[in-house]
């Protein structure tokens, strides 16, 4: 069986015809298989963002090749298809919600492609429960907190009945209370819904809730892993500018200090019970 | 030295029925000599608070002093006295508009009527601040940085109005690890070594945890904690109550005291919290 998104060799280069061309993707390669959580990690200017747009076709490969479910995103009927395969929820929770009412906001897709009205208002409660937002259907969307704004954008791809998501730094202008929100109802979806994440971050602790860890640098795929395998890299991820959860590096630096610690400790709990020996 | 904010209130839109109220009778003073820290939940009024500091709010009721004088009084010392105040905003990238490097940032100097060699020597230093190198920028349009350096832009432009206090709302959101580390380098740079009273508004205890030494907690409109860093996070409670996190190493060493280890959970800063931690093992290997 195909992956759901396979990218072979795929290049990106913005504005090619100008002197400032700039390569933003360098032959990337890249499977996901259907229902898996990956993130996406690495410096601004790596290339995460150029990457998320290919997956929906907002963008197209200058070189190589991206098929997401069987569909190669260059083939131009197939344009709806693929949008609806996998839906998008950006970085700022103000630039994404249109209507005035909540459920108004959710809908829209499905009212756009021609769904029968009873379903559309079935499919808007079941994507509004499944972010946790069904109470606040006719809520108008400023009201919200930021963290609800993006649960209601999560919610306007399901209702597209959309069998993958990618979100491009979700959480970045949210307080740590609107953070746990978006991750915990992603985290949901993975779970109970089997939807296939792509979720981009700069925060290390979210990027632990995936079952598997890319890391770009500079346009290329520069490491892959489990969370445990990329974040104990603690020199490694330091010196390319990136975080690691707090307990991997204080750990790290007790090793270095004299102390013998096991190796793989990533959480405050593993750190507690490996000193305590 | 400071701004006084003497019991503030801010009503949006009144006599609506959108009203809200958003500030209630918030006093509070900033020193010019510290770093202060404005931490909230989104809705909290912090945003709100901060636009009162250089006169884009006028207080529905009560006064915001800088250093003595009025800023929404009628005299021509208010303008100076608003003058004495740069504000950052949140994703400051989003009012670049000029069409050079230079450009912007000299727009604010020029329009305080400066001569140009004196614009010119503001946007220099002020480049060098935010690690920009004046010559391999100055022509750069700044719609074809990316979003770090955009960043720097805009904060420079700022910088070169040479204000005494500095209120940055949000300035490290969206940046990549190394970047925020960067800028609140900077910044702290900019209070420890030229003096400037820094207010950072911010929703990452983390940050604030490194860098302040007053910390504010709002929450509805209201101050609910004003004290110095130790303090203010050791009222964990009201920390979750404003909707936000325990700074992660005061949470780490609460975990290893709980399993037995000799360590101070009053401790919020990372180098602090490893030397406490190796020296409690150093103490007692056996716990």
């Not at chain 2, 727009?107 to 230093?125: C, S």
């Not at chain 2, 432009?157 to 204000?163: C, F, M, R, S, Y």
């Amino acid at each position: 069986m195909l992956d759901f998104i396979q990218i072979e060799d795929m290049s990106y280069v913005y504005h090619p015809e100008r002197d400032d061309a700039y390569k933003a993707l360098d032959q990337i390669n890249l499977s996901i298989k259907k229902g898996e959580f990956v993130a996406i990690i690495g410096t601004n200017g790596s290339g995460k963002s150029t990457l998320a747009k290919h997956l929906n076709a907002l963008l197209l490969p200058t070189a190589g090749s991206c098929i997401v479910a069987g569909l190669n995103t260059k083939t131009q009927d197939d344009l709806w298809k693929i949008r609806q395969e996998v839906g998008m929820v950006f970085q700022n929770p103000d630039n994404q919600i249109i209507a005035a009412v909540v459920e108004e906001d959710v809908a829209f897709g499905p009212e756009n492609i021609g769904v029968p009205t009873e379903e559309i208002r079935q499919r808007v409660t079941d994507a509004l429960q499944a972010v946790g937002m069904n109470k606040y259907r006719k809520f108008a969307p400023h009201l919200l907190s930021g963290g609800q704004k993006q649960r209601v954008a999560i919610a306007g791809a399901l209702a597209m009945q959309t069998h993958c998501l990618v979100l491009d730094e979700p959480t970045a202008m949210l307080d740590p209370s609107g953070r746990q929100e978006v991750l915990a109802s992603v985290k949901k979806l993975h779970a109970d819904l089997g939807i296939t994440i792509v979720y981009i971050t700069h925060f290390m602790e979210e990027a632990v809730a995936a079952d598997r860890v890319i890391v770009m640098e500079r346009g290329k795929i520069c490491d892959e892993g489990t969370p445990r395998q990329i974040f104990t890299q603690v020199a490694k991820m330091e010196k390319m500018g990136l975080d690691v959860p707090l307990a991997a590096k204080v750990a790290a630096r007790l090793r270095s200090a004299g102390i013998k610690l096991p190796e793989g400790i990533l959480t405050d709990e593993e750190l507690a019970v490996a000193v305590c020996q | 030295m400071s701004i006084e904010i003497n019991k503030v209130s801010y009503t949006y839109m009144p006599k609506t029925p959108f009203e809200r109220t958003a500030l209630q009778e918030v006093s509070l003073t900033i020193e010019k000599a510290e770093f202060t820290a404005i931490v909230g939940h989104t809705g909290s009024g912090k945003s709100t608070l901060v636009q009162h500091l250089n006169g884009l709010l006028q207080p529905t009721k009560g006064q915001v002093m800088v250093e003595g004088i009025d800023i929404n009084g009628k005299k021509a010392d208010a303008r100076a006295a608003r003058r004495k105040v740069g504000m950052v905003f949140q994703y400051p990238e989003h009012q670049l508009f000029e069409e050079s490097v230079f450009a912007d940032i000299a727009f604010g100097p020029r329009n305080m009527e400066l001569a140009e060699a004196e614009v010119e020597l503001r946007v220099k230093k002020a480049m060098r601040f935010v690690n920009l190198d004046y010559a391999e920028y100055k022509e750069r349009s700044p719609f074809q940085l990316s979003g770090g350096q955009m960043r720097r832009v805009a904060i420079a432009g700022v910088i070169a109005l040479q204000p005494e206090y500095l209120v940055l709302d949000e300035p490290t959101a969206g940046l990549d690890p190394r970047g925020r580390q960067d800028l609140l380098k900077k910044i702290s740079e900019l209070h420890q070594q030229a003096g400037i009273g820094v207010v950072l508004v911010s929703h990452n205890m983390d940050d604030v945890a490194q860098l302040a030494n007053r910390i504010i907690f709002m929450k509805q409109g209201e101050v609910t904690v004003n004290a110095g860093p130790r303090e203010a996070f050791q009222e964990a409670e009201k920390l979750k109550a404003a909707g936000l996190a325990v700074p992660q190493m005061s949470a780490l060493l609460q975990r290893l005291k709980q399993q037995g280890l000799a360590v101070d959970p009053g401790i919020f800063h990372i180098d602090e919290g490893i030397a406490n931690i190796l020296q409690a093992i150093k103490g007692a290997r056996s716990c």
